[in-house]
């Protein structure tokens, strides 16, 4: 199980769907420091995770976004460096990267947007803070 989480986070961030009109709003571009974080109670039982928080960067620049994760040992979310780079667009209350115009990138909620923080939300457990750098 240890060695399949780093795969399962991999793949939530390569998970998207789509709709609706999409944009590019203003505010966004530039660095921001990264905070994923999810719940221990999930993963209860499970050797060899000792936290449950990552830290990483989001770059926008126009329309692409360059995501950087910073995994260490024992974090639930990788044992290894994630360095990303996607298109992105704000549709409703989503922000939705994409790899490319085949191929869907991850669709988060944004639960809250201001001029330096964001906070957003992946799958049912999985919160990830944005702030200004």
């Keep these: 199980m240890k060695q399949i989480l780093p ?37 209860e039982g499970i050797d060899g995770i000792t936290d449950f928080t990552m830290n990483g960067q989001f770059t926008f620049e126009d329309d692409r976004l360059n995501i950087k994760a910073y995994g260490f040992e024992g974090c639930v979310f990788s044992q ?12 409703n209350d989503s922000l939705i990267t994409r790899n490319d115009e085949e191929t869907p990138g991850m669709v988060f909620l944004i639960k809250e947007k201001l001029d330096s923080k964001v906070r957003l939300q992946l799958m049912e457990d999985i919160f990830l803070t944005l702030e200004k750098k």
């Design 80 to 91: 290894d460096t994630l360095d990303h780079s996607l298109s992105w667009t704000v549709s």
């Design 7 to 43: 795969f399962l986070f991999f793949a939530a961030l390569m998970y998207a769907c789509s709709s609706g009109n999409s944009e590019q709003p203003a505010g966004w571009d530039g660095a921001w420091k990264a905070t994923w974080e999810t719940d221990p109670a999930s993963f």
